[in-house]
């Protein structure tokens, strides 16, 4: 910030460290904060759409992830700018209440910017932007309600939900095998679905990746799977009808968590304590093997010699089972968590139709499958590909399918997808812009064409011509009075979206248009910015 | 030679910057003016918003105590500004920018007096006469709501909220958010009205009007152990026991230390350890609770251990959550388990385990001693989100306000207009220099309705002449004339408008406006001691000396 001086020449310092800070104001403000929030929106409009492009990431460490996921993608970036930061909320808050749609509504905002700095060229005031763009928001919402329409899921074998899941799955690098992913994702929450409280815990879905094999062998497992192997490599590799003890205690002699030395004056004493340890590690063993059990699953270590006690005593091990794995196998056998031995009884074992060791290709990895659970309430995805890269993305584009098909038995609206919807709101806005006869008419008619800029993107990514193709739908859509005309990104002959299957979930779209919206009218209503100089 | 010299006297260290006389006040007088420019625009239902970024953080505020203190202003005159607008914040939560505004114009009036060559003590004596005027009249103008009915009392309480939220993010869901903060206002004893026991969370994702008021408490789920999820996750009518205690396997004393002798004894140690922990647990089960909440760690033993005996657990709670919790369910907080009674355990309508966006959230509903309530604040980004709280913070602050003093002005700068027509006519009553003092002041209480005309793109000018010829007319019908920033004429009724502000925001803008004007009046010297001034160039570039606002409550 420059510095002012008063009568007698010297500098007033108001501010701490005055000289190093930067102040924009008024019109520059609006237009740096609207730059950098579209230079944002600019580098993911590329990934919209089934034909969008990946964005390869790189860390500061070297790790590379290539990605089609809009909130990824912001969040690697590692933005520094504070407007443009707000677009990565912006994106991950779509992340986190929908799970889907998170590059769309980054590219909604942009656009919506991209209409509020012609306006302010015009020298309309940011505040009545921001009001037109309220106006028209609630209109597009209200619309969206009325296009919206019921689908049963339980229908033809839940054949929307599948193709629902293909919607989300299209643009991502799995798109190829997007049926057999679909499926998977529908069956998986379809699993753990209440479907009489039309609530889904995503938690109990397990995503588990594993490099090797191709896409294809992406497989869903009823049950859970553990990245562990039996503790022994000759104990048994299978084990049918299993009784799990699932313990929190290591297979080590107990220790006091006081303080404590062990005094030990003569041989005989020491020969005691030897005695008395090994003691231990028979009457462990002694005990798991008591109640029944024929399988122990352990959250810490083995000792060595406990570990060759059990298999002498042919029981199957593991160790080092993580916390929420532990948990999970909980939930799925109804075994309860034992925290020490001496509590080990019949009751609290797990039961499992079978649990067994599986083997990757040539590789020596092992995992462990846990299946026929006593109340399976718990299923786990595994997914392969040809490399960490390929099953990261596809981790991410099945969470996106997951979360669309919660959506949807939450609540069954659908809207089409295709850039039709957007394109059916923005018709109706601009009728409605026409009735406003204050200056809010010019802003409300500009989110017309942000919306607009929705499949305008999505023609321009497919390599059509967007402003044909656009106004063809367009008139289309008028002429036909039918708002499911989008575009046709995959060139099947047809731009009627019911037609081609596209479906979106009602409530993705309608938060997509409240949240770019909500963005926007924050940084039209930021006219002062104070930042150190230095970036 | 040398002792032919006169010795130098040194009264003050070298480096020391002192100034004084008529200069220093004007210069003082400036440095405010520049400060105060920083939030003029905020000013209004068109005010707009400021983005500071400090460090890392970044803040998005139209607050004018939270934008002056993320400015870290250091003029010593200045910072009188910045202590004006926090003390507003503290004793009423809103109109900190207009006594801010206020302030500065004050001075920036005064000015001309002192460069004139009138004593700066005559200036003061003028204003505070001035403001004594002005007190009485505002008591006399403003609105007792205290007779009412209750639903027109409840209607006067949500104008208000409303008012204070005209100038935020919140604008144009201020129906749904004034609903919000005077249900949970009228939640509070009405004796204290204490603000903390109003809690505010916010989860990223959903729309704005997503957010919900608990009518008991709400807090994030804590930290929690392998066994947590097979903990039940919904009660009615519960036992809830509130702890201050850590439910895990440890040593008893930091520093003991245990001797074993005989290797039989270690089982013995190992057996009391545990017998420890489980002679708690079990005195809170036997006890009947059915709800454990803990301000430190509940461990993994004990989880299960609830978990087989369906209870739920929480540990690691916060302090003010589970102060909450005690004052709304009526429980007591223990800090040990001897001798637990059930009678010190809380009890609420329902308990609930819920996911609000991509957090799960403990609810206690229908609490019996609901003296409490909970805000759960949606949106879209973080900065969204604090903004959004802290508007609601003043709204709540206002509600409260207008629940003890029940009484109102009209808003939109017309209290500030009849008052400064009131000054101006008893100014020409006066003989000396107190009349040009008065009618200055009448003059700087102008700043507000200009402002707020000027903020919001209208023609200042044309629009103060209309309104002071409103109220030159006088009599009731002038009398609540403001700006009205939607309509063509761009005046309006405020009071017919329901811009209502309760009359003790103004009362309190007014005194520590004039307080501060005075103070700064009547400094005519500043030492600056040359250390102090080394100490902040060496503090480490991006570390603010003062906590940052954020944490305001």
């Given at each position: 910030m420059s510095l002012a001086f008063d009568d007698y020449g010297r500098p007033y310092i108001i501010l701490r460290e005055q000289g190093s800070k930067k102040r924009m104001k008024g019109l520059e403000a609006y237009k740096s904060n609207i730059l950098a929030a579209k230079a944002i929106a600019n580098t993911l409009s590329s990934s919209l759409g089934p034909k969008g492009m990946d964005k390869m990431l790189v860390s500061a460490d070297g790790d590379v992830s290539v990605t089609n996921d809009g909130a990824t993608i912001v969040e690697k970036m590692e933005i520094q700018h504070p407007?443009?930061?707000?677009?990565?909320?912006?994106?991950?808050?779509?992340?986190?209440?929908?799970?889907?749609?998170?590059?769309?509504?980054?590219?909604?905002?942009?656009?919506?910017?991209?209409?509020?700095?012609?306006?302010?060229?015009?020298?309309?005031?940011?505040?009545?932007?921001?009001?037109?763009?309220?106006?028209?928001?609630?209109?597009?919402?209200?619309?969206?309600?009325?296009?919206?329409?019921?689908?049963?899921?339980?229908?033809?074998?839940?054949?929307?939900?599948?193709?629902?899941?293909?919607?989300?799955?299209?643009?991502?690098?799995?798109?190829?095998?997007?049926?057999?992913?679909?499926?998977?994702?529908?069956t998986a929450v379809l699993d753990v679905a209440d479907l009489t409280r039309k609530d889904v815990n995503l938690d109990l879905i397990k995503i588990q990746t594993k490099t090797g094999g191709s896409v294809e062998d992406t497989r869903l497992i009823s049950g859970i799977l553990?990245?562990?192997?039996?503790?022994?490599?000759?104990?048994?590799?299978?084990?049918?009808?299993?009784?799990?003890?699932?313990?929190?205690?290591?297979?080590?002699?107990?220790?006091?968590?006081?303080?404590?030395?062990?005094?030990?004056?003569?041989?005989?004493?020491?020969?005691?304590?030897?005695?008395?340890?090994?003691?231990?590690?028979?009457?462990?063993?002694?005990?798991?093997?008591?109640?029944?059990?024929?399988?122990?699953?352990?959250?810490?270590?083995?000792?060595?010699?406990?570990?060759?006690?059990?298999?002498?005593?042919?029981?199957?091990?593991?160790?080092?089972?993580?916390?929420?794995?532990?948990?999970?196998?909980?939930?799925?056998?109804?075994?309860?968590?034992?925290?020490?031995?001496?509590?080990?009884?019949?009751?609290?074992?797990?039961?499992?139709?079978?649990?067994?060791?599986?083997?990757?290709?040539?590789?020596?990895?092992?995992?462990?499958?846990?299946?026929?659970?006593?109340?399976?309430?718990?299923?786990?995805?595994?997914?392969?590909?040809?490399?960490?890269?390929?099953?990261?993305?596809?981790?991410?584009?099945?969470?996106?399918?997951?979360?669309?098909?919660?959506?949807?038995?939450?609540?069954?609206?659908?809207?089409?997808?295709?850039?039709?919807?957007?394109?059916?709101?923005?018709?109706?806005?601009?009728?409605?812009?026409?009735?406003?006869?204050?200056?809010?008419?010019?802003?409300?008619?500009?989110?017309?064409?942000?919306?607009?800029?929705?499949?305008?993107?999505?023609?321009?990514?497919?390599?059509?011509?967007?402003?044909?193709?656009?106004?063809?739908?367009?008139?289309?859509?008028?002429?036909?009075?039918?708002?499911?005309?989008?575009?046709?990104?995959?060139?099947?002959?047809?731009?009627?979206?019911?037609?081609?299957?596209?479906?979106?979930?009602?409530?993705?779209?309608?938060?997509?248009?409240?949240?770019?919206?909500?963005?926007?009218?924050m940084i039209l209503k930021i006219d002062d910015v104070i930042a150190p100089d230095d970036y | 030679m040398s002792q032919f010299l006169q010795p130098t006297i040194l009264l003050l260290r070298e480096g020391t910057d002192t100034s004084q006389g008529r200069a220093q006040i004007v210069s003082n007088i400036n440095a405010v003016q520049a400060v105060a420019d920083v939030v003029k625009s905020t000013l209004g239902p068109r005010g707009m918003d400021k983005m500071i970024q400090t460090g890392p953080k970044v803040t998005i505020s139209n607050d004018g105590a939270t934008i002056l203190n993320l400015l870290e202003v250091v003029h010593p005159a200045a910072r009188v500004l910045v202590d004006i607008a926090k003390s507003q914040d503290d004793e009423v939560g809103d109109g900190t920018t207009s006594t801010t505004l206020l302030a500065a114009e004050l001075l920036k009036e005064a000015k001309p007096f002192i460069e004139e060559g009138i004593h700066p003590q005559i200036v003061i004596q003028g204003y505070r006469k001035a403001l004594e005027l002005a007190l009485e009249k505002l008591e006399g103008f403003s609105i007792n709501i205290s007779r009412d009915s209750p639903e027109d009392k409840r209607n006067t309480l949500l104008k208000c909220a409303q008012t204070a939220l005209n100038s935020k993010l919140l604008a144009n869901t201020k129906q749904f958010f004034s609903e919000l903060v005077v249900s949970a206002v009228e939640k509070l004893d009405p004796n204290i009205l204490d603000r903390d026991l109003i809690g505010i969370k916010n989860v990223t994702g959903g729309s704005v009007t997503d957010s919900f008021l608990v009518d008991g408490v709400a807090f994030k789920k804590t930290f929690s152990y392998a066994g947590f999820e097979q903990q039940p996750k919904r009660f009615e009518n519960p036992k809830i026991c509130l702890l201050n205690l850590e439910l895990e396997l440890k040593s008893e004393k930091e520093n003991a230390e245990i001797r074993i002798e005989k290797p039989e004894e270690y089982q013995q140690i190992v057996d009391a350890e545990w017998a420890l922990i489980y002679e708690k647990l079990e005195t809170i089960v036997k006890a009947g609770a059915q709800i454990v909440l803990s301000k430190l760690p509940i461990g993994d033993l004990a989880t299960q251990y609830f978990a087989d005996r369906n209870i739920f657990c929480a540990g690691r709670v916060a302090q003010e959550d589970l102060l909450r919790v005690q004052k709304a369910t009526g429980g007591q907080v223990q800090t040990t388990v001897n001798g637990l009674n059930p009678e010190t355990f809380g009890t609420c309508g329902l308990f609930e385990e819920v996911q609000v966006g991509a957090e799960r959230y403990n609810l206690f509903k229908n609490c019996p001693q609901s003296r409490t309530a909970t805000i759960v604040l949606r949106g879209g980004a973080e900065q969204f989100i604090q903004e959004a709280e802290r508007s609601l913070n003043d709204a709540i602050m206002i509600v409260r306000r207008c629940f003890k003093a029940n009484k109102i002005v009209a808003g939109g700068g017309a209290i500030e207009l009849e008052l400064s027509r009131y000054l101006r006519h008893y100014a020409r009553s006066v003989t000396g220099k107190t009349q040009y003092i008065v009618n200055s002041y009448a003059k700087a209480l102008e700043v507000i309705p200009r402002t707020i005309a000027e903020n919001a793109g209208l023609n200042s000018i044309e629009i103060m002449n209309k309104l002071r010829q409103r109220h030159a007319q006088g009599g009731d019908e002038g009398r609540w004339y403001g700006v009205d920033i939607n309509g063509q004429s761009g005046v309006c009724d405020t009071h017919s408008s329901f811009v209502w502000e309760p009359s003790l925001v103004k009362r309190n803008a007014l005194c520590s406006a004039t307080e501060a004007a005075c103070a700064i009046l009547s400094i005519d010297e500043t030492v600056k001691n040359p250390k102090s001034d080394q100490d902040t160039k060496m503090k480490p570039k991006g570390q603010p000396g003062r906590p940052p606002m954020g944490m305001r409550r």
């Open positions: 407007t443009a930061k707000l677009l990565v909320e912006l994106s991950q808050s779509q992340d986190a209440e929908i799970g889907d749609g998170t590059t769309g509504v980054v590219v909604l905002a942009g656009k919506l910017l991209e209409q509020a700095l012609t306006l302010l060229d015009k020298g309309i005031h940011p505040l009545k932007i921001s009001d037109g763009f309220d106006r028209a928001c609630d209109v597009a919402i209200k619309h969206l309600d009325q296009i919206a329409e019921e689908i049963d899921i339980q229908q033809n074998d839940h054949e929307a939900l599948i193709q629902a899941a293909c919607t989300a799955l299209g643009s991502k690098v799995v798109s190829k095998r997007k049926r057999e992913l679909g499926k998977i994702a529908v553990i990245d562990k192997d039996m503790s022994h490599p000759q104990m048994k590799k299978e084990v049918t009808d299993a009784k799990i003890c699932l313990l929190t205690c290591p297979f080590e002699p107990p220790k006091p968590k006081t303080k404590h030395n062990i005094n030990i004056s003569n041989a005989e004493d020491y020969k005691k304590l030897y005695q008395q340890e090994q003691q231990y590690f028979v009457d462990m063993v002694k005990l798991v093997k008591n109640s029944g059990a024929n399988i122990a699953l352990c959250q810490w270590g083995f000792d060595d010699e406990a570990n060759h006690l059990l298999l002498q005593n042919e029981l199957p091990a593991v160790r080092w089972v993580s916390g929420t794995d532990v948990e999970l196998i909980a939930m799925a056998t109804g075994a309860r968590i034992i925290p020490r031995f001496q509590e080990i009884t019949p009751q609290k074992l797990g039961k499992a139709g079978s649990i067994r060791e599986v083997q990757f290709g040539t590789s020596n990895e092992r995992m462990l499958v846990i299946e026929n659970c006593q109340c399976t309430k718990a299923v786990t995805i595994l997914i392969r590909g040809g490399s960490q890269m390929i099953v990261d993305e596809a981790k991410r584009s099945i969470h996106d399918a997951i979360c669309v098909i919660r959506n949807l038995i939450k609540d069954n609206r659908i809207v089409y997808g295709g850039g039709s919807a957007e394109l059916a709101c923005a018709l109706q806005v601009l009728q409605y812009a026409d009735e406003v006869s204050s200056v809010e008419q010019y802003a409300v008619r500009s989110f017309a064409d942000a919306l607009e800029g929705i499949p305008n993107c999505l023609a321009d990514n497919c390599g059509l011509n967007p402003i044909t193709s656009v106004a063809q739908a367009k008139s289309r859509q008028l002429a036909e009075k039918n708002p499911r005309i989008g575009i046709d990104c995959m060139e099947l002959g047809t731009s009627d979206m019911k037609e081609q299957k596209i479906y979106e979930t009602l409530s993705s779209k309608k938060q997509q248009i409240q949240l770019a919206t909500q963005v926007v009218k | -």
